[in-house]
Nanobody, 125 residues
Framework: VQLQASGGGSVQSGGSLRLSCDVP????????MAWFRQAPGKEREFVAG????????RYSDSVKGRFTISRDIAKNTAYLRMSGLKPEDTAVYYC???????????????????WGPGTLVTVSS
């Protein structure tokens, strides 16, 4: 399954962007979804995640209070609303999905089976 992400771009510090991630096709088991990011020279890090039913969300400390993850279960689409963007948010953002049998939001990237190609977010000061 190849996820389809969109919405990246360039903004000034304090600006906002919304990323979208679609899971194509139908699945018998719903997907948990998450966003990760990777800045140049840094490891991939967890940003936000949401369970398949949308009942649980989790954020990294660095984005808590500024980013909001949500999903449209009927469309199998997840969104990441990013506000109050800072230059340190500059990175390639990846959406990820898994059908793992879990009731919690997983924060380790190796636990996700499906990935989008990445979308670049650049925040200038």
């Amino acid at each position: 399954v190849q996820l389809q992400a969109s919405g990246g771009g360039s903004v000034q510090s304090g600006g906002s962007l919304r990323l979208s991630c679609d899971v194509p096709g139908r699945a018998s088991t719903p997907y948990h979804m998450a966003w990760f990011r990777q800045a140049p020279g840094k490891e991939r890090e967890f940003v936000a995640g949401i369970t398949s039913g949308g009942d649980k969300v989790r954020y990294s400390d660095s984005v808590k209070g500024r980013f909001t993850i949500s999903r449209d279960i009927a469309k199998n689409t997840a969104y990441l609303r990013m506000s109050g963007l800072k230059p340190e948010d500059t990175a390639v953002y990846y959406c990820a999905a898994t059908q793992a049998q879990t009731t919690v939001v997983m924060t380790i990237w190796t636990w996700y089976d499906y990935w989008g190609p990445g979308t670049l977010v650049t925040v200038s000061s």
